[in-house]
């Protein structure tokens, strides 16, 4: 099963995208959903995290200006960036933790113009 993350683009400063990431075919037992990103020349980092219960946690450079979500099927995430910054600007995977491993998202390019 691989991850498909969508919702990427370009926006200027302050603007707002709301990235999507579903399994391409039947997932089960997800422990937790997690973003991460990767700028240009720069180690991938994580972003926000969601757990099976709900429970969230953000880095600290995003924290206040995104939001993981999930639906109830336990099977998709989202992330709603708002006021978006240039080192914003990055390539977003999304991440499945299942009682089997992990998996992850092809990346979508996020591009924050000053």
């Known amino acids: 099963v691989q991850l498909q993350a969508s919702g990427g683009g370009e926006v200027q400063t302050g603007g707002s995208l709301r990235l999507s990431c579903a399994p391409s075919?039947?997932?089960?037992?997800?422990?937790?959903m997690a973003w991460y990103r990767q700028g240009p020349g720069e180690q991938r980092e994580l972003v926000a995290t969601?757990?099976?219960?709900?429970?969230?946690n953000y880095a600290d450079s995003v924290r206040g200006r995104f939001t993981i979500s999930k639906d109830r099927s336990n099977k998709s995430t989202y992330l709603q960036m708002n006021n978006l910054k240039p080192e914003d600007t990055a390539v977003y995977y999304c991440?499945?933790?299942?009682?089997?491993?992990?998996?992850w998202g092809q990346g979508t390019l996020v591009t924050v113009s000053s």
């Open positions: 075919g039947r997932i089960s037992a997800v422990k937790r």
């Open positions: 991440n499945f933790q299942t009682a089997w491993g992990e998996t």
């Open positions: 969601i757990i099976s219960n709900g429970i969230t």
